[in-house]
């Protein structure tokens, strides 16, 4: 991994053993108190599965990890209450989620579509897969239809090959995807008229990749 960018009173260095991380807390606790009351799914997640980290700069990644599992994207709010447990700045974890591409910002949609653009699928017309699903859904890679129904993401590899190209539908692997198999898809998913339900609070991902 090359090295971070500075953040405001931190800096990351990179050694052998990963990158150690280096922060001026006496700023920790004076950035972002303006944190009113907490939101309800950020607070059940901080109070079942956030406050068992150890309050150590190494939490910083694992935390990331376990919040976006839990709440499907990491909002303000959430790194804001990490910062506050593991006593750093609230830039120095921001800056850190904003450096990998498997970590989002933005609310996902009730379905996720997220398609493989790994070499293996990229030959096999992964690339026109997912601009042609991006036409369907009248959005580009990385946003979600306006409605709240449909989120578009591209992963670097599945590790499933053999299937290309490689869609999966929330957690459903889709195998040799074609643009006309995906338009029906996604005329099925756009019209499900069920509502958002609050989500499981977990610190497990359910799929593996690199997000971008």
């Known amino acids: 991994m090359g090295d971070l960018t500075k953040t405001s009173g931190s800096h990351v260095s990179s050694e052998e053993n990963g990158p150690i991380l280096k922060a001026d ?3 920790a606790n004076s950035e972002g108190e303006a944190e009113g009351q907490l939101d309800s799914e950020v607070e059940r997640w901080f109070v079942t599965v956030g406050n068992t980290f150890p309050p150590s700069q190494l939490s910083i990644i694992p935390m990331l990890q376990a919040a976006q599992a839990a709440l499907g994207y990491l909002p303000h709010e959430v790194m804001q209450v990490i910062a506050r447990h593991l006593l750093v700045p609230p830039a120095l974890v921001e800056g850190v989620a904003s ?3 498997q970590f989002r910002f933005n609310k996902p949609g009730r379905h996720r579509i997220t398609v493989c653009t790994g070499t293996a699928c990229y030959v096999r017309g992964s690339g026109k897969l997912i601009d ?3 036409v369907n859904l009248k ?4 946003e ?3 409605d709240g129904a449909v989120s578009l993401e ?3 590899c599945f590790g499933a090959c053999a299937l290309a190209p490689v869609v999966v ?3 459903k692997v889709l195998r040799q995807q074609t643009s006309e198999s995906m338009k029906k898809v996604v005329q099925e998913i756009s019209s499900d008229p069920s ?3 609050p989500r499981e609070i977990h610190s497990s991902p359910t799929v593996r990749g690199t997000g971008k």
Do not use: R
């Open 195 to 197: 509502e958002d339900k």
């Open 25 to 27: 807390t006496s700023n």
């Open 169 to 171: 539908l929330d957690d």
């Open 132 to 134: 042609d699903i991006g």
């Open 144 to 146: 979600t239809t306006a």
């Open 139 to 142: 959005i580009a890679s990385g």
């Open 99 to 101: 450096f990998y591409a």
């Open 154 to 156: 591209s992963v670097s």
